[in-house]
């Protein structure tokens, strides 16, 4: 699975938060009319979702289960990156309601920095060489072979 | 559906979605099917969610969903008896 840059395609306008008492992230979408719901899938980490707009793969937003108590405190450097449009190439279709998983090895850690309120959703053993904000607020760290090795999320906390 | 035992005695038409979930149901139908999630629960053996969070279950079911094989993923605070994620994951990556 490979993430592909949309240059023609708009970034996702809208507010990432995390909603503590559901141990969840989720995004509010400034213009959620523009958002078709009825065909869409996911890419998953974990149960953390990167939500996926069907055809054509557009990386919408991040979503999902996700506990704090499992974060790991630490530095998440305030990446600089290029505000732009995200797709997945996959080599089968993608399928309503059928989430595929990002590669699970090496393993995910979740780390969170009080610094600057960064939470950073991290392969271990992997670099990334750039960085995508394809949403408000979310970045994507791809790999030299654009593959997903870093989602950096920054919410507002909402009890 | 012949399985586990219900060893937590969950009843789907009890359950709640949790706001972030039910925000995404729409786009899910699975999500939505009483029959489905209670399939899940009857069929699977929980265990502590090991996510960590208080009262949480998670649920584990081999299972096909449009054509595609793969696993029904189901956490549940079983306290609240509100469903915090339902997905369905393929094995394909």
Redesign the interface.
Known sequence: MRILVRPNEPHVAGTPVYRKGEHSFDFLPAHPERLARAERTSIVIGTLQIEVAIPGGLLLFVWGYNPSATWQRGVVPDRTAAVAALGVESEEPLVRGVSVRVGSSPAWITRYDPRNDWVGVVQMESEAEEYFEFATGTIAGLNHEGKLVELLIKPAFLD | VVGHSNSLDINAEELTF????A??I?????MSSVSVLQMVIDAGSPRP?P???ADTYRWDVRGV????L?TR?L?VNVKTK?V??F????D??
């Open positions: 949790s706001r972030t979930a925000g995404h729409a786009s899910r139908p699975f969610d996510q960590g969070a969903n449009n054509n595609s793969g993923e956490v509100t915090y994620h997905n369905f994951v393929s394909r990556q």
